[in-house]
């Protein structure tokens, strides 16, 4: 379980750089200029569009089917490796609102099992999942991050909340993540 946060932990540094802030191991902090992605040890991330994830992936690629009006459709998806002992793919996507510069996501999909870091548990997608939430102490817009597992995948969305982008539509947007019909 510890090789697994440690993993999630890279992945989820990734994500808070696309948000705009640094993970640490107790808190995420803002930062002044944007985080990059560890590069010792860290996987390689292929950007690419949704059907080339499919196939990097080797799994079916969830969407959010609601969205707050006005965040576009991702138009690439990051595919990486996590440093687990099944070396189990990582696909993130993120939304950015047209309206708001300052309302983001990033969606998270792998079959490796992780957890949220300090997530306390609560109800998320009508499964036990877990939440983290933090209000940063220099004004800048609060993060949330969810993760549940349904149907074999794990996920985690994180979000800048912004706008139309607040608590209730990050618990709509899980709510509405499913697996598209082929």
């Not at 990486?80 to 983001?104: L, P």
């Amino acid at each position: 379980m510890i090789r697994n946060k440690l993993a999630l932990l890279i992945v989820l540094t990734f994500v808070m750089a696309a948000l705009g802030f640094v993970v640490t191991k107790t808190a995420f902090h803002n930062s002044v200029n944007a985080a990059t992605p560890p590069t010792s040890g860290a996987p390689a991330v292929q950007n690419v569009n949704l059907d080339q994830a499919r196939n990097l992936a080797g799994f079916e690629i969830a969407l959010p089917s609601r969205v707050p009006s006005g965040f576009l459709p991702p138009t690439t998806f990051a595919v990486s490796e996590m440093k687990t002992q099944s070396a189990d793919k990582v696909v993130q996507h993120i939304w950015r609102s047209g309206n708001d510069d300052k309302a983001i996501f990033v969606f998270t999909q792998t079959p490796a099992k992780f957890e949220i870091g300090d997530g306390q548990p609560a109800r998320v997608a009508g499964t036990t999942g877990q939440e983290h939430y933090v209000v940063p102490s220099n004004g800048a817009p609060s993060i949330m991050t969810l993760g549940w597992e349904s149907s074999g995948m794990y996920f985690a969305l994180s979000g800048r909340l912004s706008g139309s982008l607040d608590r209730d539509a990050m618990r709509d947007i899980a709510a509405s993540v499913k697996f598209p019909a082929r």
